[in-house]
């Protein structure tokens, strides 16, 4: 992970965790000895502080999520010191440390299985991924936070061509896998069903040229009734803007695919997207995890394309 100490200054001391928070995070880990299932989420999470993280690895913990991107953490350094300090015992984190509002996404990934994350890259704060190779899968885990909007097209459009840069990486290499988790703010019914033209429906038409699905609506009888965004506004309909998108080797590991509330643990206005893939596809045999295994890297990228 990268340095988080600022130079030439003090370190401020870490907030000790209150009694109820510790008494969370002792929290066990649904016992594996049945679990045929490898699960991987997202969430807007709307911002993360240390009383929300140990929220989030409650959630985790009870509903069996082993790896989970969050998008809109926006952190700074120091505050991402902070929550590595509270989740080191049973997390790794990967997160960005943009300091502009509305931004900034991530990676928990439950610890014992971090040892397979080989690298972590980002791009502009708002897109990132983390490559996950075991013996049996590489699957290459794209996590994103684009807010679409006419004014800012050239930057999303900039965006887009990079999460394609990245997936064409996996594509092109026919031995990884992918998964592109995102919050896109565009309307899935829009480009679904009413077969409306815009250039924020760009990245969904790349999409379906490689053959990459969405996960929930294969799982789902009834895709028109989706939605993972809860609009606070009465007179506001709620929105499907969440999305987990799996190329189609992939999803043949998939075992299923759906939306869930986090509400009351974690406080959000939208719903997580869970995957859950087979266990025995990914895993040669979890309880027997290598122990000493080169730490992961992690890659900053620059403003520019690779």
Avoid at 190 to 217: A, C, G, M, Q
Avoid at 245 to 271: A, E, F, Y
Wanted: hydrophobic content about 35%; aromatic content about 12%.
């Amino acid at each position: 992970m990268m340095d988080t100490q600022p130079k030439n200054k003090k370190s401020k001391p870490i907030k000790p965790l209150f009694s109820k928070q510790k008494q969370k995070i002792s929290l066990k880990h649904v016992p594996q000895t049945q679990k045929i299932n490898f699960r991987i989420a997202t969430l807007n999470i709307q911002s993360i502080n240390q009383e929300k993280i140990v929220d989030v690895m409650e959630y985790m913990m009870t509903n069996n999520i082993d790896i989970l991107g969050l998008t809109k953490i926006n952190i700074n350094k120091n505050t991402l010191r902070i929550l590595e300090y509270t989740v080191q015992d049973k997390f790794k984190l990967y997160f960005t440390t943009e300091e502009k509002k509305r931004t900034g996404i991530g990676f928990l990934v439950i610890k014992e299985f971090a040892v397979y994350v080989q690298q972590f890259q980002y791009f502009e704060g708002r897109i990132g991924f983390i490559d996950f190779y075991t013996k049996k899968k590489k699957i290459r885990i794209i996590q994103a936070y684009i807010n679409v909007q006419d004014k800012e097209k050239s930057q999303i459009k900039r965006l887009y061509k990079q999460i394609e840069h990245w997936t064409n990486q996996c594509l092109d290499s026919f031995v990884k896998d992918i998964i592109i988790m995102e919050d896109f703010n565009t309307k899935w019914n829009e480009y679904e069903f009413l077969d409306v033209p815009h250039w924020r429906h760009d990245i969904f038409n790349y999409f379906k040229k490689h053959f990459i699905k969405e996960s929930t609506s294969v799982f789902c009888d009834d895709i028109s009734d989706m939605y993972t965004y809860i609009s606070n506004n009465p007179n506001h309909s709620h929105n499907k803007i969440n999305y987990i998108w799996c190329n189609i080797d992939l999803m043949l590991s998939t075992m299923d695919s759906k939306q869930q509330d986090v509400q009351p643990v974690i406080k959000t206005d939208h719903r997580m997207i869970t995957l859950d893939l087979f266990m025995d596809n990914i895993i040669v045999n979890k309880n027997n995890i290598q122990k000493h295994q080169p730490p992961s890297k992690t890659i900053y990228c620059y403003d520019e394309m690779q």
